[in-house]
């Protein structure tokens, strides 16, 4: 019996002819072995996932099975055994969840899926993306000051007490997404931290709208472009910009845009940027600068790390998957995140009761600056789908609530697959497409493993 392995999907990537002699079986033919599964083909699979594959004559040929392919969360046993050895570590901070950790320097957790099943993301189970370390400032809430600079008619400074007294705070429900979010997607892997879905949370965010500030500065017509400072430390310890990042300043001029201090109603945490931070929903993460110093308004787009090179950009046309040396001239700067859809009330890798027939699902789904048109659910491998029901989003930027059910006909293995369209029509990728080098849009539709017990 093949041993599963883990990360089938680099196996496929690196050795496509070994990958297939652990799906198939090593006396799989030359030809002919990528049909639907049947025979020697479905007993190894069947083994490598824990169970008798349900609707495995609609498995697409070629397909990683999502048991099998990496993930944040523990595959179904025995799949989970082989996965143990190389398990993802576990943040351990006061005041947070056990978010899954991609890196500890900078430090970065994502949220699993299934923890994200809250109408609004508690600040525990809220994601973390640092460039650097945390500001060795005094965090002093009051005192914390910002400067607006650059083409305005009159430049400001700003303490976080006069911006609440000056200018009138707003609450909007709004998603923050990290623009690499859904990266472990890619094949070849791109470069980077491999979110899976969980680089997003959708949270009440409390602040002055930038576009009064920048209406007190005075916009002079040659503003094109914000750049924003704050005072996180490099990690070299150097006195440099970990990240500085920008807008258009029609985005900047969104009533949504904010300069934010509370979240969930309680001041900003240092983790997520406390005393302020900028808001800029539905837009990459990075443009939502934490530890905000200074806005910088420019006549041009802004030219600072994370908006250089590859960073922070797409493929304009598509370049070859795996060249890393694309030119990135052919390279755009991200800004909305692409439609997205989560099933948020079943883990992947989820073992169900014997007799479970009916499943109700649910999750939420959000689109970058669109709205969500549908949400569909397959339990068949995309061979058939059920529309879900869809809430209206809380205001514009708000994550969307969806409800369905499925009915699984038998015990086996079975991947719930949920995948959203937008409002203009644009439906999330079966498998993630326009590879670019470090990995910037990867939407794939999201996929559950679980195991109906006999
Ligand atoms: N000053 C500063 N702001 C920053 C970052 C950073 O490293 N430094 N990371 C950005 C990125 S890439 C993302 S996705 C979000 C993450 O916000 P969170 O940690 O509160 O979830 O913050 C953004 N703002
Ligand atoms: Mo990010």
Not at 271 to 278: F, K, M, T
Request: aromatic share 6%; charged share 20%.
């Amino acid at each position: 019996m093949p041993k599963p392995e883990r990360g089938l999907t680099e196996l496929y990537s690196d050795d496509p002819e070994r990958a297939d002699a652990v799906i198939w079986g090593r006396d799989a033919p030359a030809v002919g072995r990528r049909g639907f599964l049947g025979g020697a083909g479905l007993a190894a699979m069947s083994a490598a996932v824990g169970g008798t594959i349900a609707f495995a004559d609609r498995f697409p040929a070629g397909l990683v099975p999502a048991a099998l392919a990496q993930q944040a969360a523990p595959p179904p046993a025995p799949a989970a055994a082989a996965a143990a050895a190389a398990a993802p570590k576990t943040l351990q901070m006061e005041g947070k969840a056990a978010l899954v950790m991609l890196g500890d320097k900078p430090l970065v957790a994502e949220t699993p899926e299934h923890m994200l099943d809250d109408a609004v993301t508690p600040l525990d189970k809220f994601f973390i993306r640092n460039n650097g370390n945390l500001p060795t400032v005094p965090l002093d809430a009051k005192a914390w000051k910002i400067t607006v600079d650059g083409e305005v008619n009159t430049p400001l400074a700003l303490t976080a007490a006069e911006l609440e007294s000056r200018f009138k705070p707003v609450t909007y429900r709004m998603m923050l997404e990290c623009g690499g979010n859904g990266r472990s997607g890619f094949s070849p892997q791109a470069r980077g931290n491999q979110w899976t879905n969980g680089g997003a949370g959708c949270a009440d965010w409390t602040g002055v709208p930038l576009m009064e500030v920048l209406k007190a500065a005075g916009l002079k017509p040659s503003a094109k472009y914000t750049a924003h400072y704050g005072a996180d430390v490099h990690l070299s310890g150097d006195a440099r910009p970990t990240l500085s990042r920008g807008v258009r300043i029609e985005k900047a001029m969104d009533p949504h845009t904010l300069i934010a201090t509370r979240m969930n109603g309680k001041p900003l945490t240092p983790i997520h940027g406390g005393p302020v931070r900028l808001i800029v929903p539905g837009w990459a993460g990075s443009a939502s600068h934490k530890w905000l110093t200074r806005l910088w308004i420019r006549d041009k787009e802004h030219d600072g790390p994370g908006m250089t090179g590859w960073s922070y950009r797409t493929a304009r046309t598509p370049i070859v998957p795996g060249n890393e040396k694309a030119d990135p001239k052919n390279s755009a700067i991200m800004e909305a995140m692409p439609v997205r859809s989560l099933i948020t009330n079943v883990a992947h890798g989820t073992t169900l009761a014997p007799g479970t027939r009916k499943l109700p699902l649910r999750g939420h789904a959000w689109a970058g600056e669109r709205s969500i048109k549908a949400v569909h659910v397959s339990i068949d491998y995309g061979a058939t789908w059920r529309p879900a029901k869809v809430n209206a989003p809380k205001n514009k930027y708000a994550w969307q609530r969806w409800n369905a059910e499925v009915t699984l006909p038998s015990v086996g293995y079975y991947e719930l697959w949920v995948r959203a369209t937008d409002s203009a029509g644009t439906m999330q990728p079966h498998v993630v497409g326009n590879w670019n080098p470090q990995g910037y849009g990867g939407n794939a539709l999201h996929r559950v493993a679980v195991l109906v017990e006999s």
